[in-house]
Structures are given as structure tokens and as C-alpha cells.
């Protein structure tokens, strides 16, 4: 098996897509580091298997503090060979109505972070010549959907870094470099997400509650990696409808979402300026979710 004694290091695995990484990796056969804000559930997910998994907490953003995590991870069993930068947060915010500061904030978190991370997880793959580097980008990534202008933004950047980086490294340095394109997964992202003015939602959203469970995502991203993906679609009925447009038809997909960005714009104007909004359920009937489905 393709994980099976390899030491697999997971960021954001106290909760949602990275825990259910970190579960999916001990099944088959990886050693896990476990990353995250919360120490108390990464030491639960520990006490699974405390002699294969090595508990790690940071901040992700805490630059300074990376290169001495990196030195302890590295010396755990003298490696790293897969990294999955998985930590990030979301975003459920109109352009017009969103402070600067989320945007950095979010830069900071989906891009910067893992960037940083790599960087110094890289020259010790390269020096091996082996390893596998992936990270979860979204169909934000490749979608640019209301509410999401930070979000999205990060998350192209992380498209194009990481595309970039493989270029570099897959042959002249033997390193593997997979991009995973979630949906909707049934998470807390949406309640985590940030508002206009950078405080947390507080609720999820109907697509959210209705995607795919995160043990699904997990193991499709793992099988994606093992088969030798570089881009690993995680998405089901109109995401991933989404991403098919995005390629054979951009401009019907750029006009099914300028209609959404008018049904949002009309509650705004109703509601206000910082009012809190839904992004539209797509897995309901409806002309917004049946054009999508015809066209793809």
C-alpha cells in the first residue's frame, strides 16, 4: 500500500477533512503527525494509536515558530514523506461590505501558511530525492462564487503555487504534488467562516449540511494521491457540474453566478449594508442548479 510505514504529517487535523486524513492514514498503515490549534483532540485522535502518531500543535501563521516544528517533525523517524497542508478557514462575505483585514487574514491562513510550511518541508525531500507534498485547495479555487471573493482568491493562489511548485520538483527532483478540489464537505467550515468585518459566522449553510461526509473526502483524496493524481476532484452533482463548465463552457458558468450575485445583491438591499447572507442551496431544484446539470 502507498502509505503503509510512511510517516504522514496532516495540518488541521483536529476537526473535519484533516481528522478524517489522519484516521484515514493510520488505516492504512502511515505513521501521523498531527497538526493543529486544539491540543485536547489531537491528543484524542493520539490515544488511537500513541505509537504511531505524533501530536504537533502550532498556529499555522506563526512563521517564527516553523522551523523549529519542522526539526521535530523531521526527526520523529528521521522524515517526512507525505505533507497535506490541510488547515484553512472560510469565508461568507459580500466584496462590497468586506473589511481589508479579512482578505489578509485569509491570504495569510489558506496561502501564505502552507507556502510557508513547504518551503521548509522541501529541501529535505529534495535531498532524497522522494516525498509527496499535497494540499486542499477547493472548487473556489477554480469557481469564483459569491461570497467567496477572499476565500477564492487565496485559493486560486494556492492553485498556482502549487501547480508551479510541481513543475520544479516532480522530475528533476522525484517529488509528488497533488492539488485536492473539494466541494462542499459536512464540516464546521461554514460556521467558522469569516463575516464582513472578520468575526465567525456562526452558522453553517444547506450545503454544507448536505455534503459529502469527511471520512468520503478523506479517502477519495488518499486514493487520488496513491494513484498518482496531480489534481484530485473531490466534488459530487453541481460542483462538480461547476468545474466542467469552468473548462468547456466559462461563460455559462460566469452567468450562472452573476444571477446569484443578483439574488444576493437585491437581499442586500433589502436587509442592508453587513447583513449576513446564504449562499444559494445548489443542490435544490431550481433553474440556478438545473442549467448547471444540462450543460456539464
Same mark, same amino acid.
Given at each position: 500500500m ?5 510517516t504522514?504529517? @496532516? ?6 477533512i ?7 492514514l493510520?488505516? $492504512? ?5 498531527a497538526?493543529?490549534?486544539?491540543p485536547?483532540p489531537? %491528543? ?6 500513541p ?8 498556529? /499555522? ?8 516544528? @519542522?526539526? =521535530?517533525?523531521a ?5 517526512? *514523506? ?12 459580500l466584496?462590497?461590505?468586506?473589511d ?7 491570504i ?8 510557508a ?13 522522494? +516525498?509527496?507534498?499535497?494540499?486542499? +485547495?477547493?472548487? /473556489?479555487?477554480? @469557481?469564483?462564487?459569491?461570497? $467567496?471573493?477572499?476565500? &477564492? ?7 498556482g503555487y502549487? *501547480?508551479?511548485? =510541481? ?6 527532483? +522525484?517529488i509528488?504534488? &497533488? ?15 469569516? +463575516? %464582513?468585518?472578520?468575526?465567525? =459566522?456562526?452558522r ?11 471520512? @468520503?473526502a ?5 486514493d487520488?494521491m %496513491?494513484?498518482?493524481?496531480r ?14 463548465? =469552468? ?6 458558468l ?10 444576493? %445583491?437585491?437581499?442586500?438591499e433589502?436587509?442592508?449594508?453587513g447583513?449576513?447572507? *446564504?449562499?444559494? *442551496?445548489?443542490? /435544490? ?9 444540462k450543460a456539464?
Amino acid at each position: 500500500m502507498y502509505f503503509e510505514n510512511k510517516t504522514a504529517w @496532516v495540518t488541521g487535523a483536529s476537526s473535519g477533512i484533516g481528522e478524517a486524513l489522519a484516521l484515514a492514514l493510520l488505516e $492504512r498503515g502511515a505513521r501521523v503527525i498531527a497538526s493543529g490549534r486544539r491540543p485536547e483532540p489531537l %491528543a484524542a485522535l493520539a490515544a488511537r494509536a500513541p505509537e504511531r502518531v505524533l501530536v504537533l500543535p502550532f498556529e /499555522a501563521t506563526d512563521y517564527d515558530a516553523l522551523p523549529a516544528i @519542522v526539526e =521535530r517533525a523531521a526527526a520523529w523517524h528521521g522524515r517526512v *514523506d507525505v505533507l497535506i497542508n490541510n488547515a484553512g478557514i472560510a469565508q461568507r462575505s459580500l466584496a462590497i461590505d468586506t473589511d481589508l483585514a479579512v482578505y489578509r487574514r485569509l491570504i495569510e491562513v489558506d496561502y501564505l501558511a502552507p507556502v510557508a510550511l513547504t518551503q521548509l518541508v522541501l529541501p529535505r525531500m529534495a535531498e532524497r530525492r522522494a +516525498g509527496h507534498i499535497a494540499v486542499i +485547495g477547493s472548487v /473556489a479555487g477554480k @469557481v469564483g462564487a459569491p461570497l $467567496r471573493t477572499g476565500y &477564492s482568491g487565496a485559493k486560486h493562489a494556492v492553485q498556482g503555487y502549487f *501547480d508551479a511548485l =510541481r513543475a520544479e520538483v516532480e522530475q528533476a527532483y +522525484g517529488i509528488r504534488v &497533488s492539488v485536492a478540489l473539494p466541494g462542499s464537505v459536512r464540516t464546521s467550515v461554514s460556521i467558522n467562516a469569516l +463575516g %464582513a468585518d472578520g468575526s465567525a =459566522r456562526g452558522r453553517s449553510d444547506a450545503n454544507i449540511d448536505q455534503g459529502m461526509e469527511p471520512a @468520503v473526502a478523506a479517502g477519495l483524496l488518499l486514493d487520488g494521491m %496513491a494513484s498518482g493524481q496531480r489534481e484530485i476532484e473531490i466534488a459530487a452533482g453541481l460542483e462538480a457540474a461547476a468545474l466542467q463548465l =469552468r473548462r468547456h463552457d466559462p461563460n455559462r458558468l460566469f452567468d450562472m453566478a452573476a444571477q446569484e450575485g443578483a439574488r444576493l %445583491a437585491a437581499q442586500r438591499e433589502q436587509q442592508g449594508a453587513g447583513a449576513s447572507f *446564504d449562499p444559494a *442551496d445548489v443542490r /435544490a431544484a431550481g433553474t440556478y442548479g438545473q442549467d448547471a446539470l444540462k450543460a456539464a
